[in-house]
Structure formats: C-alpha cells, structure tokens
C-alpha cells in the first residue's frame, strides 16, 4: 500500500506498535527505577520526568534530495530503516557531546502521498534499532508528528540529562590536544561512491559495503559520555572536521592545529575506494589527496571531537592536532601549520 491510501489512525497503527515495543523494553530494563517518560504517544503532549540532572535539547532535520535520495545514482535506494537510524544517529551525538545521557527523542514524519507503507514502519525500526545499537539504552520515544508533504521530511527532537555541568565548545585553552573518538571519512567515502553510476562502481570489490558510512553511521555516543569526565570542550562532528574544530576554535578563542600525518590512521579502511575514485576522475586527484579531503572535511560521521589536557586523554580517542593561544577569526584552524583548501558541509553554500 502507499501513504495515499492510509488515514493517518491507519499509518500511526503501523508506526506505533513498534514504537511502543521500544519503550516496554525500556521499561523493563530500568528495573523499578523511576521512569522518565511517565507518558508516552497517544495524547496531545509527552510527559517527562526530569528531575534528575540539567536537561539538554536538540533537534535536527533530513529532507529527501538535501540529505538523502530515495534512488541513488548507484542503484541503492535509502528505505525507511536507514533514514530512521540516521535519525537516531545525528541527534544522539549531540547529545552525547554535551556529556548527557540520552532520555527520549520525539518525530515528526512528513511523507508525500507516493511512500509504500512498508517505509514507514522500517523508519520505526531503524530508529529503534540505531538507539540500542549506541547504547542508549534507557532512551524512549516519547511521540511526534505525522503529516503529508512533497518530499520526505524528517526531524527529531533528542532531550537527555545530565548531573553535572555539561561539556561545551567554548572551554578549550591552549595547550590541550585535540582527539576524536569514531570514524572519520567514511560518510564522505560513502557519499561520493553513492553518488557514482553503478557501471563504475562494479570495478571495485563489495563497493556496497562502503555506502554503510553515510546511510547507516555508527556514531560515537559512548566515547562522549566517557570523554565528559576530562574534556575541556566537546562536540559531535557533523560537518567536518575542519569546520567543526572551527567552532571549538571561535568559541573558545583559540587557534588549532591540525596533524595531517595523525590523521592517516582513519585512511586504511578506506584506501580502496579512494584509489578507484581517484582512477574514474583521471587523477585529478591522488588516492593520498581523497582520503585527506574526505577525513579532514567529510561530515555525518557524526564522530566525537574534543580537547583534553594532554595526560587527560581517554582511550578510544585519537589525539589529531594541539590547541594554541593565537587565534585568526580568518582561519582559526590550519593543518600542518598551513590554512586548507577547503573546510567542510555549510548547508547554505555548499
């Protein structure tokens, strides 16, 4: 069936007894201690109890051809699954950067009338699935919205607590290091090898398995909430990290230094595909220049980014650049002591 054929009681009853099932198995995992989502999906509002710690907030959109195609240039088609685990993915890193224990998130589903039904209840799915595949797992879904629209339009609001301070960006001072914990290039790698013709990628062996990067990331929600301990200041890389260092770098008035050669430790899992991608463009570009731009500038692997003290730098993190007390609005992050040629995803300039 397609959505044009449904009333909205008849999709929401696809969509919410999975949804429900979710937050059972919350439940039942909290073991007698006091629930935060005291009411779930069927009323106007979800009610929380969030008395616990300071609570945190985001919220975070996709929209079909911006952020993903239903049909790619390769042949893959992005279903329900991998836009709800994506879903899961960017809002919970957000969370996590501020240090916070994800609660509960709320969706809104806009859907236009020619999405098979099928669609909708895998969304549910891969959102559930994403949310325990990160180890949240006293994270509920608290309710949403669904309606009709042109295009497919997702956003989710993440809510979490935190008993302490939360981590911010604003905090790093000079003589931290900079460390990431989590992937970096592989979104970017899935991206490009997405957007080639399925023709071109036959050349190269189980291509399919670099598309995960940028339809299904991992994400780095438990290294936050360790990093929380030490860091200085912190945040989920969402759009590069050039770009976002850069935001760490303004906020906290301080210049960074990227090490290129700290970097190649993100660069083997993705030398395959680098090399081919670099044959189907004539070489403009060697596999050694791909794989920089694609973990130096490469966004949604939504890895975490934080600065520590030097002797403070927990494991799972990957110490990439040092924090130094001369800040350059114009460019306020360099690698190899050099500005980069380019800086990341800006939404709006592309």
Not at 19 to 29: F, T, Y
Not at 200 to 225: I, M, N
Request: glycine letters at 12%; aromatic letters at 6%; proline letters at 5%.
């Amino acid at each position: 069936m397609k959505i044009s054929d449904l009333s909205e009681s008849q999709l929401l009853a696809l969509f919410l007894p999975i949804i429900d099932e979710h937050n059972q198995r919350v439940a039942q995992r909290q073991q007698g201690e006091s629930p935060v989502l005291t009411l779930g999906p069927g009323d106007d509002c979800a009610v929380l109890n969030l008395l616990q710690g300071k609570t945190v907030m985001t919220i975070d959109t996709q929209t079909e051809n911006q952020d993903f195609r239903r049909v790619w240039a390769s042949g893959y088609e992005s279903g329900g699954y991998d836009v709800g685990w994506k879903a899961s993915v960017q809002n919970l890193g957000d969370i996590a950067a501020m240090g916070a224990q994800p609660q509960t998130l709320l969706v809104s589903l806009s859907l236009p009338g020619d999405v098979e039904s099928d669609w909708v209840k895998d969304f549910a799915r891969g959102i559930c699935d994403s949310t325990l595949a990160q180890g949240a797992d006293f994270c509920t879904i608290a309710g949403g919205d669904l309606g009709r629209s042109s295009e497919i339009s997702v956003t989710v609001t993440a809510v979490g607590s935190s008993s302490g301070e939360p981590v911010r960006r604003d905090s790093a001072t000079p003589g931290d290091v900079l460390a990431v914990a989590g992937s970096l290039g592989a979104a970017a790698c899935g991206l490009d090898l997405l957007e080639t013709p399925q023709q071109q990628l036959e050349e190269l062996d189980d291509y399919q398995r670099f598309f995960t990067g940028q339809t299904r990331p991992a994400g780095a929600l438990c290294y936050g909430l360790v990093a929380a301990q030490s860091a200085h200041a912190m945040m989920d890389i969402s759009d590069g990290l050039l770009r976002d260092a850069g935001r760490i770098a303004r906020a906290s008035g301080i210049g960074i230094n990227i090490d290129s050669q700290k970097l190649a430790a993100f660069f083997e899992p993705l030398r395959p595909a680098a090399a081919c991608v670099s044959a189907w463009g004539g070489k403009q570009e060697s596999p050694e220049q791909i794989l920089l731009r694609w973990v130096a500038t490469g966004g949604e692997d939504h890895a975490m980014l934080a600065a520590f003290a030097p002797d403070r730098v927990p494991t799972g993190f990957t110490v990439v650049g040092r924090c130094g007390s001369e800040f350059a609005p114009e460019a306020p992050v360099t690698v190899d002591g050099r500005v980069f040629d380019r800086s990341g995803w800006d939404h709006f300039s592309g």
